[in-house]
Structures are given as structure tokens and as C-alpha cells.
């Protein structure tokens, strides 16, 4: 149980574009989804934290008009990267919890994005 | 100083090795702590979780917290070629709705056969 799937696991887009990227809770009901992003060999940082049905919070220096995240149910939670540039090539990942499933949260496999 | 420091490595042993991987963190109010283990371009896989201060068994795996020293630590046992990954230690300081992770750089292990 508590499987998280992420989509894509990998994309390449150009400058300018958006891209969206989609997390899903397949086994149990996501009320807070978290995103983190991760460049090469350092740490996972945390972008923003969402819960269902509400705006998410984002974390200080993460623009929130560049990384649009909704949680719109509670399986599925997506980040779209606006106008996408190379500066924002990086590993995406999301990770869900439940309340009623003790204090862990599940990660997705990770979503690599370049930005040509 | 960082929240949370940990030893980028690269730590290598032969296969069969005891493996002790730690983490210092200097915010006492952390009191949820996790090991997770992440391959190369795959997300976290969580390893172990402890609540405050004590030990954790789980099979080849002991995590262990002393939040008197803000130190955690991971042994790994009868280390396997498997076991080659990048290992980050992650803490929280509430469970509940404020939940946050914190990580650690993570410390790339590589097992020998």
C-alpha cells in the first residue's frame, strides 16, 4: 500500500513552455501533498506544501505564479512550471500523506524536467 | 549552520560491512525522524521511522536518535550490493497539519560484492 505514482517521469520542453506535471495517491486519500525539487547531488527542498480543496503554501523564494500547484481532489495533485527556463531544469518531486495513516508521507518516483 | 548536516560521502565498504550513517540537526524542536533511501533519478523510498529519542530495529536495518545530542544515526548490516544508494535522513517537527520535512544532503553508499 501507500503507493504514490508521478507523471511524467521525464520531459524535455522548450524555453517558454509549460509543463505539467501530475501526482497521484493510488491506494489512499492525499490530504496534503508536498513538492520538493532536487538538483544533482544535493538535498530535496521543499517548493510548496497543498492540501485539498485549499491554496497551497509556498515556501519563501519559490514564486507561486511560476509554479502553479492545485490540489483539486484527494488523489491528485499537479505543478505546473510556467514559462519554463533552462534556470528551472531540475528533479520535481511529490510526496502525499494522509492524516489517518500516521505521520508518514509517500513519495512519487520523481519527474526529471529539462528546459532546452 | 544548516538545520540538518549530513555527510555527502561517498562512502564505500565491501559487501558484508557494517554500514553507520549519521545526521546532526541543530533545531530542538524536530521530533519526527526518518531514513530514506533514493536511487539514482527514482524518488525516496522511506527507509525507517522513529518517533523522539530511542531505537528502531527493522530486519538488516537500526535507526537510532539521541535528541539530548541532536544526533540520529542508521547501521546497516550484512551491507549488500543492494544496498548501493544515496541515503537521506529527513525530520519534522509536528506530524499533524504543520507537517515539514527537513533533509539532509543525503550520503551516496556504494557496497562492494
Known amino acids: 500500500g501507500a503507493v504514490v505514482s508521478q507523471h511524467p517521469s521525464w520531459v524535455i520542453c522548450k524555453s517558454g513552455t509549460s509543463v505539467k506535471i501530475e501526482c497521484r495517491s493510488l491506494?489512499?486519500?492525499?490530504?496534503?501533498m508536498f513538492w520538493y525539487r532536487q538538483f544533482p547531488k544535493q538535498s530535496l527542498m521543499l517548493m510548496a506544501t497543498s492540501n485539498e480543496g485549499s491554496k497551497a503554501t509556498y515556501e519563501q523564494g519559490v514564486e507561486k505564479d511560476k509554479f502553479l500547484i492545485n490540489h483539486a481532489s484527494l488523489t491528485l495533485s499537479t505543478l505546473t512550471v510556467t514559462s519554463a527556463h533552462p534556470e528551472d531544469s531540475s528533479f520535481y518531486i511529490c510526496?502525499?500523506?494522509?492524516?489517518?495513516?500516521?505521520?508518514?508521507?509517500?513519495f512519487g518516483q520523481g519527474t526529471r524536467l529539462t528546459v532546452v | 549552520q544548516k538545520e540538518v548536516e549530513q555527510d555527502p560521502g561517498p562512502l564505500s565498504v565491501p559487501e558484508g560491512a557494517i554500514v553507520s550513517l549519521n545526521c546532526t540537526y541543530s533545531?530542538?524542536?524536530?521530533?519526527?525522524f526518518m531514513w530514506y533511501r533514493q536511487y539514482s533519478r527514482k524518488g525516496p523510498e522511506l527507509l525507517m521511522y522513529t518517533y523522539s529519542s530511542g531505537n528502531k530495529e527493522d530486519g538488516r536495518f537500526t535507526a537510532q536518535v539521541d535528541k539530548s545530542s541532536k544526533y540520529i544515526s542508521l547501521f546497516i548490516r550484512d551491507s549488500q550490493p543492494s544496498d548501493s544508494a544515496t541515503y537521506l535522513c529527513?525530520?519534522?517537527?509536528?506530524?499533524?497539519?504543520?507537517?515539514?520535512?527537513?533533509f539532509g544532503k543525503g550520503t551516496l553508499l556504494t557496497v562492494n560484492p
Open positions: 510526496s502525499a500523506k494522509e492524516s489517518y495513516r500516521g505521520d508518514e508521507a509517500f
Open positions: 491506494d489512499f486519500q492525499a490530504t496534503t
Open positions: 533545531n530542538s524542536a524536530f521530533q519526527y
Open positions: 529527513a525530520m519534522s517537527a509536528d506530524g499533524g497539519s504543520n507537517y515539514k520535512l527537513t
